[in-house]
């Protein structure tokens, strides 16, 4: 959230708008960052003389069916937006998450309230 000038902090925001600025700025390493990270908006303390990791990939596609999402992780992981109910995820520290753990895969719900990472598919080890 430091460096975050365009989305709502803890109060909202959209992935696709993080990869686009990682993609223009740039990203640096969590211990290179010169201070502690305090989730704020707009307090970036990154300078430009750091090293950077640019995003050059990536796109948005709606509704990835199961088939395109395990083509997908075949390349890397990939950030997904979800609908869950907040009891499932608001104490989550470790492990995998599945559907039957959030009930997160309704189709016929379009609003989602959740960033995630999937890293993988069909298995747990």
């Given amino acids: 959230m430091d460096c975050d ?15 686009d600025w990682v993609k223009e700025h740039g990203i640096i390493e ?7 990270y305090l989730g704020m908006k707009s307090r970036c ?7 950077r990791f640019y995003n050059k990939g990536g796109h948005e596609e709606d509704n990835v069916s199961n088939h395109r999402l395990k083509e997908l992780l075949t390349k890397g992981p990939v950030g997904a937006a979800i609908k869950s109910n907040y009891s499932c995820l608001a104490f989550y520290r470790t492990g995998v998450v599945t559907d039957s753990d959030c009930h997160c895969s309704n189709p016929k719900v379009e609003e989602v309230d959740h960033a995630i990472t999937v890293v993988g598919y069909g298995k747990t080890k």
């Fill in 5 to 19: 000038n365009v989305d709502w902090a803890c109060d909202g925001g959209w992935m696709l708008d993080a990869f």
């Fill in 45 to 51: 303390q990154a300078t430009s003389t750091m090293d």
């Fill in 30 to 36: 969590w211990d290179a960052y010169p201070r502690q």
